[in-house]
């Protein structure tokens, strides 16, 4: 015991002089607020930057500190652990969780109306309906298996006959062929593969009754009842800032090269695809972040067909209502 | 190791060789249809992304800088501790084992929760290092020549003095041997903690943005920076190492029986020290989640693990699962096991044969060490496919290193009076080696496999989670994405358990057989 709590002592002291340790921020201030996002910086999260940059977050009077995301980062840990005020995630794993686990969870609203997850091939090699799917085999993130059964489900097809594998990332074992499709952002890969001189093509699953959100807004409970106030801030300046950046698609991610986009290894025409690829999936009659009562019940109805159960008191519009 | 100027020459000729063969591979894209790319091409690409990877290399030569200094320090001040006073390391060895075999994709999420920044990454390099710098440091201090220490003692010496004067000085080569694979480690710590931990900069995040573009000369680029920076380090310790084995190595060979010391060892006080060494790793998981706070719905104690697998309402498919996933993990685990140390004996035993043939090998064993899988699993499935033969190959390369650098210090180690003997009655290189070679350092031999088996676990779950989605890895993978908890850690724990149950098996082996012939074992 000695040993691991000296090292964590000795690691304190040795990293206490850097900039870059901060323990787990307190929320006592007023002005303070975390948001932890979905994933690395890149287009999926353009309206939090033009927010940001825009000052439209510190005019509500928030002091916003952003956290990106990434394959290790489980958004609904973060917000369990006081670490953020509120996450981006999937509505799958939160509802899965309330129902499951119990867990304190409450979403406010969602930034896709439509889920940008769809089934990338290549057009030499086309599926176009869940149907084709049968006999190919198909790459999936693990955590999105769920998602692909589902949808297999809802249009009645065999989960056998579909041959799932692990999906790393990287697009090339289907650029060569290795396998038939993929599930990915159907906002971003695409350009990837063309980028390599080969056409893609992709349904949504949600085009094929897996009708759920994405990047769903999630609160605990307690961030509820005593930070509501910031939480209706908070929308409001990121409706703002989302609809600037939808306005015209192309104007702010050349903007971000060399600040929120610098170095991630990700290109800027890349970034604009992706923000043009979106726009249809995150605005919405209803302003953006905003969930009706029929696309709420197409989630639950969608979840249900895997077993999950999930109610309509999981959701919670009344802020959304406050904007 | 002599170094006539012909024998330089063969490698880099060999090495040089190489790389011709894998720039024209490369650039006919004759490899997985061009998945694999060639030399130039990455040369070239990282030229044009050179403004992208100054801050992202300053990141993670901190982070790995930072984890490999503090692990260093922590593996050789337990090593020190564990040779005085032999106890704490039979009691700390459960703990030992579990810091060494913890799949990083179980604990990464947990690191990312509980510390923030730098911490994560720093934590992760240590993890990676401590281990092995420990292990080297007790295998050199207690190889030390026990006459030399009889005369210390002779003249009145205590432990400390015989520490001083004669263990540290003879251990040098072996702890410095620890420092060269810790290096690498130290590097793939910082670069998985980056990868995952949604952090700005780093070769990990870097990687990550990267991998969707489909481009491998970009990856390889990545990669070959991250084996830069650890071949750097090592090469390092091996020019030191090779000053100081110089005047360290025995002339003849120690024929002084060691003494066991568990031999006339009451029956109770070995039941406590074994107790001890179960409990010791299991009250610091439950003290860590106890002073970190965290809810117990993300933090699970020994006990929450318990309670989820045998008495909560999900406890009969959770076992279920558990129980399917363990049993498609373990066969291959053994094939997996067998091949990566056959693989680094056979690896040891022809480089003390052609020296300079595995000189011009070792950069690219170093590429495997510090490559991150996840770069590589493209290639690997294009080559391989999703099968056994993909997870024999990570399993191989994920434990290969520290066995492979063990066994040759072991072979290095030999005396040479011992060697001359064949010699001198006209045997062969080979002969020499089966009579005298291999049977001397069968200590080390066993060290390596003390080295390899836990490790074996991790591969196969890396594989499993990367390519084959099967086991304990993807359920794993699977359990972190919807936020099941008690599998996530009952995956760890279960892991941890099974390593150090294969890590007692050779530990029990390895006495049997160096009991029998009079050695003392390298631990």
């Known amino acids: 015991m000695t040993l691991k709590l000296n090292r964590r002592g000795f690691l304190g002291s040795a990293v206490a002089g850097t900039a870059a340790l901060s323990w787990p921020l307190s929320s006592t201030a007023a002005t303070s607020f975390t948001m932890q996002a979905a994933w690395i910086n890149d287009a999926e999260f353009a309206g939090y930057y033009v927010g940001i940059d825009k000052g439209y977050y510190s005019s509500e009077g928030l002091n916003l500190n952003y956290l990106s995301g990434g394959p290790d980062v489980i958004p609904e840990s973060t917000i369990i652990a006081g670490r953020a005020d509120l996450a981006l995630t999937t509505p799958d794993t939160t509802i899965k969780a309330i129902a499951e686990q119990g867990a304190p969870f409450k979403i406010i609203g969602t930034q896709y109306q439509k889920n940008p997850i769809g089934i990338v091939s290549l057009k030499s090699n086309p599926i176009n309906s869940p149907a084709e799917l049968i006999g190919k085999t198909l790459a999936v993130p693990p955590v999105n298996v769920i998602s692909v059964e589902a949808m297999l489900k809802i249009n009645g097809i065999d989960r056998a006959a579909v041959n799932i594998v692990p999906?790393?990332?990287?697009?090339?074992?289907?650029?060569?062929?290795?396998?038939?499709?993929?599930?990915d952002f159907t906002t971003n890969v695409p350009y990837s593969i063309s980028q390599q001189g080969v056409e893609a093509t992709s349904f949504l699953l949600y085009d094929f009754g897996y009708q759920v959100f994405n990047d769903t807004v999630v609160v605990t409970e307690e961030t509820l009842k005593s930070k509501r106030n910031e939480l209706v801030s908070w929308l409001r300046a990121s409706r703002k800032g989302w609809e600037d950046n939808l306005r015209d698609p192309n104007i702010w991610p050349p903007k971000f090269a060399d600040s929120w986009f610098k170095g991630t290894g990700r290109s800027i025409d890349n970034e604009v695809f992706f923000n043009n690829a979106q726009k249809s999936l995150i605005e919405n009659d209803g302003g953006i972040f905003s969930m009706s009562e029929e696309s709420i019940q197409a989630n639950l109805d969608s979840l249900a067909k895997v077993g999950i159960k999930g109610s309509r008191d999981m959701f919670d519009t009344t802020l959304l209502e406050e904007i | 190791m002599v170094n006539e100027p012909s024998n330089s020459k063969t490698m880099y000729r060999n090495l040089i060789l190489l790389v011709l063969l894998w720039e024209v591979v490369g650039r006919l894209d004759l490899v997985a249809g061009g998945a694999l790319p060639s030399l130039s091409e990455i040369i070239i690409r990282m030229w044009i992304d050179r403004h992208d990877y100054p801050l992202h290399i300053g990141?993670?030569?901190y982070a790995s800088s930072a984890g490999f200094l503090i692990g260093n320090i922590l593996g050789v001040c337990a090593g020190v501790l564990f040779v005085l006073y032999p106890m704490t390391l039979r009691l700390s060895r459960g703990f030992n084992i579990a810091i060494f075999s913890l799949p990083p994709i179980a604990i990464a999420p947990i690191l990312v929760i509980t510390l923030s920044g730098m911490a994560p990454r720093i934590v992760l390099a240590t993890m990676g290092v401590y281990f092995i710098t420990m292990t080297a440091t007790v295998v050199g201090l207690s190889q030390a020549d026990s006459r030399t220490s009889e005369l210390i003692r002779a003249y009145g010496g205590n432990k400390l003095q015989i520490l001083r004067l004669v263990q540290f000085r003879s251990a040098i080569p072996s702890i410095l041997a620890g420092f060269r694979i810790a290096a690498p480690n130290a590097v793939l710590g910082a670069i998985l903690a980056e990868f995952g931990g949604g952090g700005r900069w780093g070769l990990g995040t870097?990687?990550?943005?990267?991998?969707?573009?489909?481009?491998?000369?970009?990856?390889?680029?990545?990669?070959?920076?991250?084996?830069?920076?650890?071949?750097?380090?090592?090469?390092l310790f091996v020019v030191i190492s090779n000053r100081f084995l110089k005047g360290s190595t025995s002339i003849t060979l120690n024929t002084a029986i060691p003494t066991d010391i568990t031999k006339n060892e009451h029956v109770l006080k070995t039941f406590f020290i074994t107790m001890g060494a179960i409990f010791l790793p299991i009250s610091i998981w439950w003290a860590l989640i106890f002073f970190s706070g965290l809810p117990s719905m993300i933090a699970k104690t020994p006990w929450g693990v318990v309670e989820y697998l045998f008495f909560s309402n999900m406890a009969e498919a959770a076992?279920?699962?558990?129980?399917?996933?363990?049993?498609?993990?373990?066969?291959?685990?053994?094939?997996?096991?067998?091949?990566?140390?056959?693989?680094?004996?056979?690896?040891?035993?022809?480089?003390?044969?052609?020296?300079?043939v595995i000189r011009a090998f070792m950069p690219i064993a170093l590429i495997t060490q510090t490559m991150p899988l996840v770069a590589l699993t493209p290639l690997l499935v294009l080559i391989l496919g999703r099968g056994n033969s993909l997870t024999l190959w990570v399993t191989i390369s994920v434990t290969f290193f520290p066995a492979f650098v063990t066994l040759t210090q072991g072979i290095l180690l030999v005396p040479s009076l011992a060697k001359d003997l064949p010699k001198a009655y006209g045997g062969s290189k080979w002969q020499e080696l089966i009579i005298v070679t291999i049977p001397a350092s069968l200590p080390y031999l066993f060290a390596a496999t003390r080295l390899t088996v836990p490790r074996a676990l991790l591969g196969v779950m890396i594989a499993e989670w990367l390519a084959t989605g099967k086991g304990l890895g993807n359920l794993l993978n699977q359990s972190r994405g919807y936020l099941d908890y008690g599998m996530i850690w009952t995956v760890a724990a279960v892991s941890v358990l099974l390593s150090i149950i294969f890590y007692q098996l050779v530990v029990y082996t390895e006495r049997k057989v160096l009991g029998k012939l009079g050695m003392k074992t390298a631990e």
């Open chain 2, 59 to 61: 990141s993670t030569l």
């Open chain 2, 206 to 235: 870097y990687l990550l943005g990267s991998l969707g573009r489909g481009e491998p000369d970009r990856l390889w680029g990545i990669g070959l920076m991250a084996t830069l920076i650890s071949g750097a380090s090592y090469f």
């Open chain 1, 167 to 183: 999906y790393a990332y990287d697009p090339t074992p289907l650029i060569k062929g290795e396998i038939d499709a993929s599930l």
């Open chain 2, 319 to 356: 076992q279920g699962r558990l129980v399917a996933a363990i049993a498609e993990t373990l066969p291959i685990t053994f094939i997996g096991m067998t091949a990566g140390l056959l693989f680094a004996f056979l690896l040891a035993i022809f480089s003390s044969l052609y020296f300079q």
